[in-house]
Structures are given as C-alpha cells and as structure tokens.
C-alpha cells in the first residue's frame, strides 16, 4: 500500500536539499543612517532660528511668529513622516548577523 507524501518531501529515501534559514532582512536603512534625516534637523533648526531672527517691522509686528514657526515644523514632520514611509514601502537591506 502506497501511502501519499506531503508536498517537498520525497517519498524514496534519496537525497533531500538540506534546509537554509532564509535571511533575515529589515526593511530599510535606520532612519539614522538617512541623509533625510539630517536634511529634516536642519531644516527644523533653520526655521527656529529665522523665526528667533526676524524681528519686529516698523510698525513692531512680529512678521514670523513663533506660532507660525511651529506649524512650519508640524508641516515639515509630516513631510519627513511620509517621506520615511514611503521609503520603507518596497525597499529591503539585508541584516548584520555578524554581530552576535
């Protein structure tokens, strides 16, 4: 009686590929290691300092509020957010195992 075998497994006792782990991969580079990441720090620091910088007009309004300085770095966080993300959508690294 012949008994069916499993998908991938012989039923003769010939050779069998021996098992490989896969490789472990991480999505994408650490945001870190990133230039967008420093481009994004740079920018927030910039927009700080015009918004410090930028004084009164004659008629002693603030022409860059702190306020709208904030909203400039709320926009340029999503900016940086989206950016991330779409980074992560389709590329692969491999990982380091070697630092067991």
Not at 25 to 30: D, P, Q
Not at 54 to 79: C, E, K, S
Request: charged share 20%.
């Amino acid at each position: 009686m012949t008994t069916a075998s499993s998908p991938g497994y012989p039923e003769s006792g010939g050779a069998r590929d021996t098992y490989t782990a896969p490789r472990t991969r991480t999505e994408t580079k650490s945001a870190f290691r990133t230039t967008e990441l420093f481009v994004y720090a740079a920018s927030v620091i910039a927009v700080l300092i015009a918004s410090l910088a930028v004084g009164d007009d004659a008629a002693g309004v603030d022409r860059f509020p702190a306020d709208q300085a904030w909203l400039y770095v709320t926009l340029l966080t999503i900016g940086y957010l989206v950016s991330r993300g779409l980074a992560k959508s389709g590329t692969r690294e491999p990982t380091d195992d070697t630092r067991h």
